[in-house]
Nanobody, 116 residues
C-alpha cells in the first residue's frame, strides 16, 4: 500500500526555519519524481518545489533561494523540505506528492504557521 506521511510542521516566527519530512513507502520511490505543494484556506494547492530522481531540483519563484528540497533513498525514501527565512505568506498546509505511473499520490499534509 502506497503511503506518504509528512512530519515537521509547526509554529515559527518570521525569519525562522523549519524542516519538513515525508516518508514514502509501498512503491519504488527512488525512481519517482516527488514534490512539495502547499494550500492556504480557500485557495487551490500550489506548487512549491520538485525533486527528480537524478537529483535535479526546481522551485517556485516565491521560495527560490529560501527553500531546499532533497531526498534520502536509504531504506524507505524520505523527501525533505528545508525552509529558511520564513515569511507570513508561507503559512499553509504543506503536502508531499509522488508522481507514480498509476497516478499522483498525496500525503495528509502538515500545517506550517509563520507568525509576524
Amino acid at each position: 500500500q502506497v503511503q506518504l506521511v509528512e512530519f515537521g510542521g509547526g509554529l515559527v516566527q518570521v525569519g525562522g526555519s523549519l524542516r519538513l519530512s515525508c516518508v514514502a513507502s509501498g512503491a519504488a520511490f527512488r525512481t519517482i519524481v516527488m514534490a512539495w505543494y502547499r494550500r492556504t484556506p480557500g485557495q487551490e494547492r500550489t506548487y512549491v518545489a520538485r525533486n527528480f530522481p537524478s537529483g535535479i531540483t526546481h522551485y517556485a519563484e516565491s521560495v527560490e533561494g529560501r527553500f531546499t528540497i532533497s531526498r534520502d533513498n536509504a531504506g524507505n525514501t524520505t523527501l525533505y523540505l528545508q525552509m529558511n527565512s520564513l515569511k507570513p505568506e508561507d503559512t499553509a498546509v504543506y503536502y508531499c506528492a509522488a508522481f507514480l505511473p498509476s497516478g499522483t499520490r498525496w500525503g495528509q499534509g502538515t500545517q506550517v504557521t509563520v507568525s509576524a
